[in-house]
Structure formats: structure tokens, C-alpha cells
């Protein structure tokens, strides 16, 4: 194991002179400022500590907003970040000790900048707090991975490929070895030696732990090939954003150092099952929650009820940010076990929207959305999910009846997600006025994220040749 451990400043350190004093005092030499780009992926730069003023809090440090993917254009291309003193740490991952800041994003005027994820989600939070509805809202992330012993990759003109291994691969059987590698979706929970990953899912654990990330439990997952998972304790909406962008930058440093590769994406194994991310969540109103009713259908509020209506009528243009690659719909294919049927259900989980029953505990009273992937950008898909549930509840938008039986056995036709990250792009550019609401999302945003991820994403894996395709039609 490798020794990784992040270090949390105590709970007197409140001030920007008081973090920049503890942080001399640990003898951190170096201050690294992150923030996050449209796709969820994480932006960073570095400072000496001695050159880094109390300042900057305030005023903010200047960056290049046109070389980050979905910001400014080239003419307009300064922007400043503002670090938050609450998500400070010592960073476990660099040699040099490392202060750590997650950043918000301004404007020159010292405003919010309209395209900045982090933002989004506050205005969406600012938003819920200006209905009366509740006054916090909890997400609980279940952020699945695979871990891989190597990756390699390529696409040129004439020819692609990607192979990925692992120890754990049903595939190696063949080869000379001790055995031990879990069937073709047989990796639910088995002990040591076929789960080849428990020392270095808990050294993970201990790293996000030691960095302010709570874990609750973690496990094999049912892929065979070392799928894994590791859920967080769940927390306000604001506050697990920033923990789950820290939980995959953790997660893939303390794999990589290692001789590990981890891959977020849904699905990077053919017929075996991919990673999802189901997303718990819950509204509470003065320290009470607001999703429960004893009498209710599995214990739901009409609050509750209303919520999951938003969720699964607006479910398609969700996508476009809680699913938004085009693998991510390799994963929600109809007919397997995948939540692509736009129902609700109390213990079916081939429903979109799940209400888990492990507890009777109005705490514990929660939705449970499972199409959504660790793709998204959680700021992002976060503030899209609470939107369209609070438009359920403002519309009392009822979702119907559940669906407590086997989808496929009865042969009851559904509305589903799309099918393609196309499909849901053109869901958010017809139905996104419930994003729109307070300002918490804009319409520049909105289109511009769009036109980035049809020209980036979409158009350039619709007109590649699939490999597949040479043995279907190669011969045609």
C-alpha cells in the first residue's frame, strides 16, 4: 500500500489567514486551486504558498476562461476563480505538500459566471430556499468503477481499437494463472481471493475518509472484471458535488499509484453489466423530512410523490446531464436489467425511479433515480434532477401508479429514456423552461452545451465505422 493521506484543517481554522497560517504551519509549500469544466472534469493550477495572498479569497486569481472546454470565447477570455475555504485539505496525492481548494467561478464584475457547473448548483440550491419548499435538499451518489490492470486505445483513419485487462477477467481463464476470476456478471460480493481488489478498494476508503469524504460501505460490484463501488455518506446537494468530484480524483490517483487504471465510464466491458451512479435524494425542511408518510405508498409523502412525477416527466432532457456521453447509452439498453423504464416502483430495479425499503425510518425516507452515470458532471446533473422534482411538486405532477411486478416478465410496454445521447440533447433543447426557472440554469448555457457535446461528442462517434461492423458487413 502506498501512503496516501490527506489532511483536514481542524474545525477552528475559519478565516483565510487563519487556513493560510495552519497551512505554514504543516509546512505545505504549494497551493493547488480546482474547479471544474462543463464536462465534470477537474481543472486545477498551482501557487507557491509564499506567493499566495489572503487576497485571493476575495479578489479572486485570473485564468484563461477560452482554453477551457464550454467557457469564453477568445474575446472575452478572462475569468477569476474565488477559492472556498470550507473544501481546503491537504492534498494526499502530490510529493510536494499541497493545499487544496475547490474554486468558484466569476466574472470580471465579481459576479457568478453563467457557465460555471459549480454555480449552476447554487443557484439551483439559492432556488429551493426562495420556494419555501424545504431548506436542504440531500443527495446520496452510488458512483460504480472498474478497475483495470492496463488500457490501450487508438483511432486513425484506417483502423481502432481498445483493449482493456484485468486480473479479474472471466477473459484470462485461458491463460496459465491461480484462478479465481469471477463469471460473466458473478461479482456481486465474493471474498478474497476472487475479489482481488479488497486491500486496494479499503486503501481508497482511507484516503477519501482522511480527505473529509465519509464512506459508508464498499464492495465487488457485479461486474466480473474488478467492477467495484465505495458509496459516501449522503450529504447536502452542494457539498457532495464537491465530494464526488474529489471521489473520482482520489479514487483513479490512489488506483494509478498502484499500477491500477480506473475507467468511470458506463460501459467499457461488452456483455457484462456496466456503472452506474443511482442517485438517493431527499428534501428536509427545519431538520425534518419531507418525503415521508407513514400511510403513504412505501412510506412516500405527495410531496415525494410529486417530486418522482418531475423526475420521470422531464427523465429525457435530465439525461442530457446525468447521462451525457454517448456510452452512457450503451449501458441504458432496453429488455436487460438497465432503469430505462420511466416508472416508479418500491424494490423493482428495473425501474428509473426506485424508493429503498431497507429502513422504516423517516430519515431514511428517500428516491432513488438510477439511469443517471459517473459520467455526469454532478453539479450539473444534480441541479437538473432537483429542478425537475421541484417542478413535480409546484405542478403536483402525479407520477401514476407504481410498478411492483417484473417489467419483462409481464410484458408491459413503458415509457423509456432515449436511446442515444442525441436523443436526450434534442429532449433538453424542446423541454428545459423547468431549468430556466430563477435563472439557475440560462439559455446561452443551455444551447451552448448542447451544440458542444452534439459537435464533439455525438457527430464525431456517429460517423466513425464500428469495428463490429467490419464482421456484419464487411462481406455484405
Given at each position: ?12 481554522v ?20 480546482k ?6 472534469i ?14 485571493a ?18 474575446n ?19 510529493a510536494?505538500?499541497?493545499l ?20 449552476v ?8 430556499l ?52 469471477p ?32 464512506i459508508?460501505?464498499?464492495?465487488h460490484?457485479?461486474?466480473?472484471a ?14 457532495m458535488a ?34 452506474g ?12 423530512p ?18 418522482i412525477?418531475g ?14 456521453t ?8 432496453p ?86 445521447l ?7 433543447a424542446?423541454?428545459?423552461?423547468f ?27 456517429a460517423m466513425?465505422p ?11
Amino acid at each position: 500500500m502506498t501512503d496516501m493521506r490527506g489532511i483536514l484543517p481542524p474545525a477552528e481554522v475559519k478565516t483565510p489567514a487563519a487556513l493560510l497560517k495552519w497551512a505554514k504551519d504543516n509546512d505545505v509549500r504549494f497551493v493547488d486551486v480546482k474547479f471544474v469544466d462543463i464536462r465534470g472534469i477537474v481543472q486545477h493550477f498551482s501557487l507557491p504558498l509564499a506567493n499566495f495572498e489572503e487576497d485571493a479569497f476575495k479578489n479572486g486569481l485570473g485564468f484563461d476562461g477560452s482554453s477551457i472546454r464550454g467557457f469564453q470565447t477568445i474575446n472575452k477570455s478572462d475569468l477569476n476563480l474565488i477559492p472556498d475555504i470550507t473544501t481546503a485539505f491537504i492534498d494526499p496525492v502530490p510529493a510536494v505538500p499541497t493545499l487544496s481548494l475547490i474554486c468558484d467561478v466569476v466574472d470580471l464584475d465579481g459576479s457568478s459566471y453563467a457557465n460555471d457547473p459549480r454555480g449552476v448548483l447554487k443557484r439551483a440550491n439559492d432556488y429551493l430556499l426562495g420556494t419555501g419548499l424545504a431548506d436542504i435538499c440531500y443527495f446520496g451518489p452510488e458512483a460504480e468503477f472498474f478497475i483495470f490492470s492496463s488500457v490501450a486505445f487508438d483511432n486513425s483513419p484506417n483502423g481502432s481499437f481498445y483493449e482493456v485487462d484485468s486480473p479479474s477477467g472471466f477473459w484470462g481463464t485461458g491463460e496459465p494463472g491461480l484462478g479465481y476470476r469471477p463469471r460473466i456478471k458473478e461479482g456481486y460480493f465474493p471474498v478474497p481471493p476472487t475479489d482481488k481488489m479488497q486491500d486496494l478498494r479499503s486503501e481508497m476508503v482511507e484516503v477519501l475518509m482522511s480527505c473529509g469524504v465519509d464512506i459508508e460501505v464498499h464492495h465487488h460490484e457485479v461486474g466480473g472484471a474488478a467492477q467495484a463501488e465505495i458509496d459516501m455518506r449522503f450529504d447536502e446537494m452542494c457539498k457532495m458535488a464537491d465530494k464526488l468530484l474529489l471521489y473520482k480524483y482520489l479514487i483513479r490517483n490512489v488506483a494509478y499509484q498502484n499500477g491500477y487504471t480506473v475507467t468511470f465510464m458506463p460501459k467499457p466491458i461488452f456483455s457484462d453489466n456496466g456503472s452506474g451512479m443511482h442517485c438517493h435524494q431527499s428534501l428536509w425542511k427545519d431538520g425534518k423530512p419531507l418525503f415521508f408518510d407513514e400511510s403513504g405508498y412505501a412510506g412516500l409523502s405527495e410531496m415525494a410523490l410529486y417530486y418522482i412525477g418531475g423526475i420521470l416527466k422531464h427523465a429525457p432532457a435530465i439525461l442530457a446531464f446525468a447521462a451525457p456521453t454517448t456510452n452512457s447509452y450503451r449501458r441504458l439498453v432496453p429488455g436487460y436489467e438497465a432503469p430505462v423504464n420511466l416508472v416508479y416502483s418500491a424494490r423493482n430495479r428495473s425501474a428509473a425511479v426506485r424508493i429503498p425499503m431497507y429502513s422504516n425510518s423517516p430519515k431514511a425516507k428517500r428516491i432513488e433515480f438510477r439511469a443517471p452515470d459517473p459520467t455526469a458532471n454532478p453539479y450539473l446533473a444534480f441541479a437538473a434532477m432537483l429542478m425537475a422534482g421541484l417542478d413535480g411538486i409546484q405542478n403536483k405532477i402525479h407520477p401514476g401508479e407504481p410498478s411492483d411486478f417484473d417489467l419483462y416478465e409481464e410484458g408491459v410496454e413503458t415509457p423509456t429514456v432515449p436511446g442515444s445521447l442525441g436523443g436526450s440533447l434534442a429532449a433538453l433543447a424542446e423541454d428545459h423552461a423547468f431549468l430556466t426557472e430563477g435563472g439557475v440554469f440560462t439559455e446561452d448555457f443551455i444551447n451552448g452545451y448542447i451544440s458542444y457535446k452534439q459537435a464533439n461528442e455525438v457527430d464525431p462517434v456517429a460517423m466513425r465505422p464500428h469495428p463490429f461492423e467490419f464482421q456484419l458487413y464487411y462481406d455484405a
